[in-house]
């Protein structure tokens, strides 16, 4: 069973202050790990697919890594609009489903 | 394109009830799910659909029932609503078995007393 874990469950940053959310994750032969992001009320919206270990992909401040147990997504210089839910997803083996981690609720305070 | 749509958005229910959350998607896309999104618990699956006649079940499927007659439309049926089903209710869709990214509706609020 794919399992996702991600923490710290609730960062709070000031502006400008840079900082790293953690995905780690058990899969039986990863297919791709995904990175969302869920502002309240809305549906989480996609950021990044990242397919292989060592494989890296970057979108204005955030830029994501992924290592064959783990992912990080670096957030560089933050502002308040950056605040929001972010969520790692994992597809695996034959299956199209993503299992998805809980969650890390992000604050940037200006 | 709309994208994936969701109704209601808002439903309050009484024990016992039934009712039908509507989801359809403009992108011709093969897969179709349901997730629930409950506080601390993060996103889970209840039913999914690979392409029309097609359904399974997910993490979470006891008191839940889907079909897919249509490419477009994945509707989630209620029989009897209890208050543990109280959620946000999340419709998501993609291209067939592809890696390609879920598309989520806004979801919709459901509140069993």
């Known amino acids: 069973e794919d399992q996702v874990t991600q923490s710290p469950e609730a960062l709070r940053l000031q502006e400008g202050e840079s900082s790293s959310l953690n995905c780690s994750y058990t899969v039986s032969g990863l297919r791709g790990l995904f990175w969302y992001r869920q502002d309240p009320g809305k549906g989480p919206e996609f950021l990044f697919t990242?397919?292989?270990a060592g494989e890296e992909k970057e979108k204005e401040r955030l830029k994501a890594t992924l290592t064959k147990k783990e992912s990080f997504l670096h957030i560089t210089a933050p502002k308040p609009e950056d605040s929001a839910t972010y969520l790692c997803?994992?597809?695996?083996?034959?299956?199209?489903?993503?299992?998805f981690g809980k969650g890390i609720t992000l604050s940037v305070r200006p | 394109n709309a994208g994936v749509t969701q109704t209601p958005k808002f439903q309050v229910l009484k024990t016992g009830q039934s009712m039908t959350l509507q989801c359809a998607q403009d992108?011709?896309?093969?897969?179709m799910s349901w997730y629930r999104q409950d506080p601390g618990m993060g996103l889970r699956l209840i039913h999914y659909s690979v392409g029309a006649g097609i359904t399974d079940q997910g993490e979470v499927p006891n008191g839940y029932n889907v079909s897919r007659s249509t490419t477009e439309d994945f509707p989630l049926r209620l029989l009897s609503a209890a208050p543990s089903q109280t959620s946000v209710y999340f419709c998501?869709?993609?291209?067939?078995?592809?890696?390609?990214?879920?598309?989520f509706g806004e979801g919709s609020r459901l509140t069993v007393l």
């Open positions: 998501a869709s993609k291209k067939g078995d592809s890696h390609g990214e879920l598309f």
């Open positions: 992108m011709n896309h093969e897969y």
């Open positions: 990242l397919y292989s």
């Open positions: 997803a994992v597809q695996s083996g034959a299956n199209s489903k993503l299992t």
